[in-house]
């Protein structure tokens, strides 16, 4: 089984995730008051080519080293170089696609737009590749360093330059000095005698093909949405849109994302023993689910309330994409640890099938949902492409370490029955609460409390305990 040094490594990612998260809420609470939903809107708009480009370029640099055996320093080298390689291009091609993409959608201000959200990714390509090997040992104290040290800074920035009327720049610093301060404070905490060489670059070419083209597609399926709308909503309704997406998101990738990593590096150390791979495999696949639902549906269920106390009120229209898009977002959290499965048994090939499935399918859904019932019914379309993809999860595991779908579907039993509860204890607090005329704030709050504590001892009730000093292991014990 997973052992006790990959839960502190998930343990410092997740804390570190959480934290930059919260920092990073914290700062969008702000600027979202300080700011029009305008403002938000064409800031995605850029940011969404940014995040094509960034991942059509991508090099999984830390994912390859991680697979390896053992590395040396010409693996370093080989590394640097080809983000340098990456960064040059990069820039290239975004300063290149800036004019281009501003006269698509009418709008000048986002050439400079593009223009400065680059320097991020390209800040990105240059981090201390030495880095890598406290991720090969499952130590992530120092990513947790240098993580927060990046956003306290970026968040800094950018609310001054909102307070002093920065406007949409203000969203443009938040991304970009997180990024610039964490390239930096990786050479100071991990540092490299930087040389350009391709030496060990016979390592990285088969990784590299397969995961980048399946990154680039993950990328293109996250945007697709938001280009597709951005064309024909107005900035405004496409600010509260992704507001809405940015909402869902945050809180599973601010849990379950940073603890892949080291599910992967775990993964990998088993990768020639099918039996206990299938297990680990399945028991992750149910912990993410398990931490995935209670967030989902809670968000979703208080989706109103979240809206006017963290927004305000000119963010009313976001509360009712935010009920829909959280649970899209709860069902896409399975995809992650089958993701780390395909990676640790150096099958980088699914992850790329997988995602241009997942684009085909979402480009068909968002786009037919828009023309059937405008905005509304694009938001359909994501939950039926995510119904869509959690069914072909369930069947890439069943093929990859031969887990029956039934076998899969009855390892979620306690988390359906506990979110059944929870469900049914959140809407009949809501509705005793509603004649009280409480604060929306005293409202939402001892809502999730309670609604976190009826999950949470319905699941202790069927039998779930917590990993920390059982056995060593990663997830959560299951009494029978």
Not at 360 to 389: D, E, N, P
Request: aromatic fraction near 10%.
């Amino acid at each position: 089984m997973l052992s006790t040094k990959t839960i502190i490594g998930a343990g410092w990612l997740i804390c570190s995730r959480l934290s930059g998260r919260l920092i990073d809420f914290g700062t969008v609470i702000f600027l979202a008051r300080a700011l029009a939903p305008a403002d938000f809107g064409l800031a995605a708009l850029a940011a969404s080519l940014i995040a094509i480009v960034d991942t059509a370029l991508e090099i999984p640099l830390t994912q390859a080293l991680t697979r390896l055996k053992s590395i040396d320093d010409k693996h370093l080298d080989t590394a640097f170089t080809l983000g340098v390689c990456r960064g040059s291009v990069l820039s290239v091609v975004l300063f290149a696609f800036a004019w281009p993409f501003s006269l698509i959608y009418h709008d000048p201000r986002l050439a400079p737009l593009v223009c400065a959200f680059a320097i991020g990714p390209v800040a990105r390509s240059l981090v201390s590749p030495a880095m890598v090997r406290f991720v090969r040992e499952i130590s992530f104290k120092q990513a947790f360093a240098v993580e927060i040290s990046g956003k306290l800074t970026a968040a800094t920035v950018a609310i001054a330059l909102a307070h002093l009327g920065g406007g949409y720049w203000a969203i443009v610093a938040n991304s970009v000095v997180a990024v610039v301060t964490t390239c930096i404070l990786s050479h100071v905490i991990a540092p490299h005698r930087l040389r350009l060489s391709l030496a060990r670059f016979s390592d990285f070419k088969g990784f590299v093909g397969w995961f980048s083209s399946a990154q680039l597609l993950a990328a293109a399926s996250w945007q697709v949405d938001r280009g597709i709308l951005g064309y024909f909503v107005s900035k405004a309704t496409l600010g509260k849109y992704t507001m809405a997406s940015d909402l869902s998101l945050l809180p599973t990738q601010s849990v379950i994302g940073p603890a892949m990593q080291p599910l992967m590096a775990a993964l990998s150390r088993i990768a020639d023993d099918r039996e206990r791979l299938a297990k680990a495999y399945l028991r992750a696949a149910t912990f993410t689910m398990m931490i995935a639902v209670p967030i989902g549906v809670g968000i979703s269920l208080t989706s109103d309330l979240i809206v006017r106390v963290m927004l305000g009120a000119k963010w009313a229209e976001t509360a009712g994409y935010l009920r829909w898009l959280a649970l899209a977002t709860m069902l896409s959290a399975a995809y992650q640890p089958m993701c780390s499965l395909a990676l640790a048994t150096n099958r980088p090939v699914v992850v790329f099938r997988f995602s241009l499935f997942e684009i085909s399918v979402k480009a068909l859904f968002v786009a037919l949902g828009y023309y059937t019932y405008s905005l509304m019914g694009a938001v359909a379309g994501r939950m039926a492409v995510a119904v869509i993809m959690a069914a072909a999860v369930l069947l890439v595991a069943r093929r990859m370490v031969g887990i029956s779908l039934a076998a899969q579907l009855a390892s979620y039993w306690r988390v359906a029955v506990a979110a059944g509860l929870m469900t049914a204890l959140v809407l009949g607090l809501r509705h005793a609460l509603r004649i009280e005329h409480l604060p929306d704030v005293v409202e939402l709050g001892l809502t999730a409390v309670a609604g976190a504590a009826v999950y949470g001892g319905a699941l202790f009730a069927l039998g779930v305990r917590p990993p920390i000093g059982f056995k060593g292991r990663l997830v959560p014990q299951f009494q029978r």
